[in-house]
């Protein structure tokens, strides 16, 4: 019996040598291979890439005129920086592509700029493009900073899809200082048109989204999830159009959002049915004059908040005019301390509609605001109808709270005023009526 014993405790540790050999002859790292003779073999066709477990593409300088679509592995493909992105004169992307080159598609990479590099795909004055489930990280400024550092960045480009990629940890590590931004996308130039984001994952990341546009006739922005964004998710600078719906803004509601989540200016604006937690400043910032902006159906939850968080409000309430601001239908629940704070600023505006929206807050004081206009220019109209206002469980709203800010000399003149149907235990207006 013993000897059978030790004849089996032996055989099991045959077995699970030849095992552990096994595993060990069958794990091999990737090879390492440089991109750029690969690109330049390609040409304007398509590149097609190897698994990421076979193979690690790196890239030892930035590789100009790229003319080729690039595929990856259904698992992914990498593409490495291996080189430090010195100076601040230009963004060194791993991947340049030649101006006038269209129909471009990138699909299945990781872009990783390891912690040195400072870009990965740039376009300029290219047509038809599509990225998609790509992963873009690893910013570093240690070695250069330019303004515009961007994971992908296109100048006067036009018929733009980004869909289905992931950028994390992209410039988390730095601040909001001018000096220390950085984009995850960058759309710019007067000449470009027609871009869809779509399904993307912005999570630690400095800066998501900034465009600055002027020709712009469709900008579409949906289903994308903005996660502890150290500034703004989406900065929108002069454009002349943006639709903005169905996103998440701290989808996880493990991390705050310290800065604004969407910036504006320009033309015609239409936020709708996102969900947002926790934008610690500002979810919506006038930042400039602006035709319309449409508020409707959005879920807005700022809770247990050590900054006093705002809804919408202005970067400057005075020299910004808003021409029309339809505020409609939002459900919001936000916390409003300090006392002195009024809950829904508003800053210049000609036509402002606040109607249909379910408001639960965090309490209000004596004497404390619901509401406030504060652009001081006359309004030409103003309706603030069928809105409710509740308290959280354990907080009250005071009876001495007003539900629109009458003091002088902040409030302007209006010219039209419907205020109607609202559910407010405060008190309403009196100069006003």
């Excluded at 595929?71 to 592509?97: D, M, R, W």
């Excluded at 998609?132 to 303004?147: D, L, V």
């Excluded at 027609?194 to 712009?216: D, H, L, M, P, W």
Aim: aromatic residues 10%; hydrophobic residues 35%.
């Amino acid at each position: 019996m013993k000897n059978f014993y030790l004849f089996g405790v032996t055989l099991m540790f045959i077995v699970l040598c030849f095992i552990s050999l096994g595993n060990s002859v069958g794990a091999k790292s990737a090879s390492i291979v440089d991109l750029k003779p690969l690109i330049e073999k390609t040409g304007s066709g398509k590149l097609i890439l190897k698994s990421k477990k076979e193979v690690t593409y790196v890239v030892n300088e930035p590789i100009k005129n790229v003319k080729c679509s690039i595929q990856g592995a259904p698992e992914g493909s990498s593409i490495k920086a291996n080189f430090k992105g010195y100076g601040n004169a230009t963004t060194p992307s791993l991947l340049h592509y030649q101006s006038g080159i269209n129909n471009i598609t990138i699909k299945n990479v990781t872009f990783d700029l390891a912690l040195v590099g400072r870009g990965a795909v740039n376009f300029y004055q290219n047509t038809n493009i599509i990225v998609e489930n790509c992963f873009f990280t690893g910013y570093s400024k240690t070695y250069g900073w330019r303004a515009v550092d961007s994971s992908i960045c296109f100048t006067d480009s036009k018929n733009i899809t980004i869909r289905n990629n992931r950028f994390i940890n992209n410039g988390y590590q730095y601040g909001r200082v001018l000096n220390e931004l950085n984009r995850c996308i960058t759309i710019q130039g007067n000449f470009g048109d027609n871009y869809t984001i779509s399904n993307n994952e912005f999570t630690k990341v400095n800066q998501a989204i900034v465009v600055n546009g002027n020709r712009i006739s469709k900008f579409n922005v949906y289903n994308n999830a903005f996660n502890a964004v150290v500034d703004n998710s989406l900065y929108l600078l002069n454009i002349p159009i943006a639709n903005i719906y169905n996103n998440d803004f701290n989808k996880t509601r493990t991390t705050n959002s310290p800065d604004e989540g969407i910036v504006l200016s320009g033309g015609n604006f239409k936020i709708t049915n996102n969900r947002a937690y926790n934008v610690l400043n500002k979810f919506i910032a006038i930042n400039g004059s602006t035709k319309s902006v449409e508020v409707t159906h959005n879920t807005i939850k700022n809770e247990k908040t050590k900054l006093r968080p705002v809804v919408i409000a202005w970067r400057n309430n005075t020299a910004y005019t808003v021409q029309q601001l339809n505020f409609s239908n939002n459900k919001i629940d936000t916390d409003t301390a300090p006392a002195n704070y009024d809950t829904i600023p508003i800053g210049r505006v000609n036509r402002l509609t606040i109607q249909g929206n379910q408001f639960v807050l965090k309490g209000l004081s004596n004497y404390q605001n619901l509401f406030s206009l504060q652009g001081r220019a006359t309004i030409g109209f103003v309706q603030i109808t069928r809105n409710t206002v509740k308290p959280r469980a354990g907080s009250t709203i005071s009876k001495k709270a007003f539900f629109l800010r009458e003091k002088a000399p902040v409030i302007p003149k209006i010219n039209i005023l419907k205020l109607n149907s609202n559910q407010f235990s405060g008190k309403y207006p009196v100069i006003l009526k």
